[in-house]
């Protein structure tokens, strides 16, 4: 199986940082690119951040200067920084792989959200 699970979701004020994780385990044979995704009540879910097998990352226009994301292969995490977090940035995030795996085949595959609350 192929599992992601995120953690570091909280309640922050307004101008606050929270930093997000992902660890994946499983039979994971390669990996294209990781994501975060988010969704707010009411609204799909959204692109986030996602960083490249060769470490390229690409950034929504409402996250850009304020985001970073980042990953540790070595602990087959990654990472989400958010800096300056504002109260339009409440939502579930979720993390995503690109990949492939031995057992269970292409993917994407879906870590089960973690919720980010940004008081004003």
């Known amino acids: 199986q192929v599992q992601l699970v995120e953690s570091g979701g909280g309640l922050v004020q307004a101008g606050g940082s929270l930093r997000l994780s992902c660890e994946v385990s499983g039979s994971i044979f390669s990996i294209h690119a990781m994501d975060w995704y988010r969704q707010a009540p009411g609204k799909q879910r959204d692109m986030v951040a996602t960083i490249t097998n060769g470490g390229h990352t690409n950034y929504a226009d409402s996250v850009k200067g304020r985001f970073t994301i980042s990953r540790d292969n070595a602990k087959n995490t990654v990472y989400l920084q958010m800096n300056s977090l504002k109260p339009e940035d409440t939502a579930v995030y979720y993390c995503?792989?690109?990949?492939?795996?031995?057992?269970?085949?292409?993917?994407?595959?879906w870590g089960q959200g973690t919720q980010v609350t940004v008081s004003s």
């Open positions: 995503r792989l690109d990949g492939y795996s031995s057992e269970m085949g292409w993917g994407p595959y």
